[in-house]
């Protein structure tokens, strides 16, 4: 078993910046590929990015690519997602999700594990 907790969400202007971070307990930190998934209202859920197991390769949806970034801090059992330049259009509630497989998924349908997810909300 995995357990995600998220936090961080809240409101934020256009053109600013929020960070998120993801607790993860359960397993080895670092035995998974991790990622985070958003959802709009009315939408289906939407994978942002995601981490390989060694935490040196990531991959961007082309919405979020060069605003958000994802770190982790292996001492923390935490991974971040800091959110520059932020859009009315990333409002969502923001999942931090986990997928046991070896290789990195961009289709949140093999992610095994979910956070119970953070609002954010941008306005412009």
């Known amino acids: 078993q995995v357990q995600l907790v998220e936090a961080g969400g809240g409101a934020g202007q256009s053109g600013g910046f929020l960070r998120l971070s993801c607790a993860v307990s359960?397993?080895?930190?670092?035995?998974?590929?991790i990622g985070w998934v958003r959802q709009a209202p009315g939408k289906e859920r939407e994978f942002v990015v995601i981490?390989?197991?060694?935490?040196?390769?990531?991959y961007y949806a082309d919405s979020v690519e060069g605003r958000f970034t994802i770190s982790r801090d292996n001492a923390k059992n935490t991974v971040y997602l800091q959110m520059n330049s932020l859009r009315p259009e990333d409002t969502a509630v923001y999942y931090c999700?986990?997928?046991?497989?070896?290789?990195?998924?961009?289709?949140?349908?093999?992610?095994?594990?979910w956070g119970q997810g953070t609002q954010v909300t941008v306005y412009s």
């Open positions: 981490m390989d197991r060694s935490g040196d390769k990531t």
């Open positions: 999700a986990v997928s046991l497989l070896s290789r990195i998924v961009t289709n949140p349908t093999y992610y095994n594990y």
């Open positions: 359960g397993r080895t930190f670092g035995s998974y590929v």
